[in-house]
């Protein structure tokens, strides 16, 4: 499965941004959708989850109330709309599928690309 982000850039503090994961190769609905994200110097961190099946979502607690994710699984992609954002979300956001929202990731898990986000006045 071969994921593309896209929807980064730069915005000002308290701005919003929506991040989109679009799929090819296969279907997205097989799996759950994890963002990630990662920071200069900083470890990589996870954002947030939705499920295959029954589109549950998990947030960290960073960014709870206001980073939502979704997912169309006609169109194989996946959102994250982020708002109220803070110069601390800043990094680069990667999407990724795996078999559930577990807190580690399996072997056969698949990461796109990564899309830039810069939250600064």
């Known amino acids: 499965l071969r994921l593309v982000e896209s929807g980064g850039g730069l915005v000002q503090p308290g701005g919003s941004l929506t991040l989109s994961c679009t799929a090819s190769?296969?279907?997205?609905?097989?799996?759950?959708l994890h963002w990630f994200r990662q920071a200069p110097g900083k470890d990589r961190e996870t954002v947030a989850c939705?499920?295959?099946?029954?589109?549950?979502?998990t947030y960290a607690d960073a960014v709870e109330g206001r980073f939502t994710t979704s997912r169309d699984n006609a169109k194989n992609t996946a959102y994250l709309q982020m708002d109220n954002l803070k110069p601390e979300d800043t990094g680069t956001y990667y999407c990724?599928?795996?078999?559930?929202?577990?807190?580690?990731?399996?072997?056969?898990?698949?990461w796109g690309q990564g899309t830039q986000v810069d939250v600064s006045a």
């Open positions: 990724v599928t795996d078999f559930g929202c577990t807190t580690r990731l399996s072997p056969f898990a698949s």
């Open positions: 190769g296969g279907s997205m609905g097989n799996y759950a």
């Open positions: 939705i499920q295959y099946n029954d589109a549950t979502t």
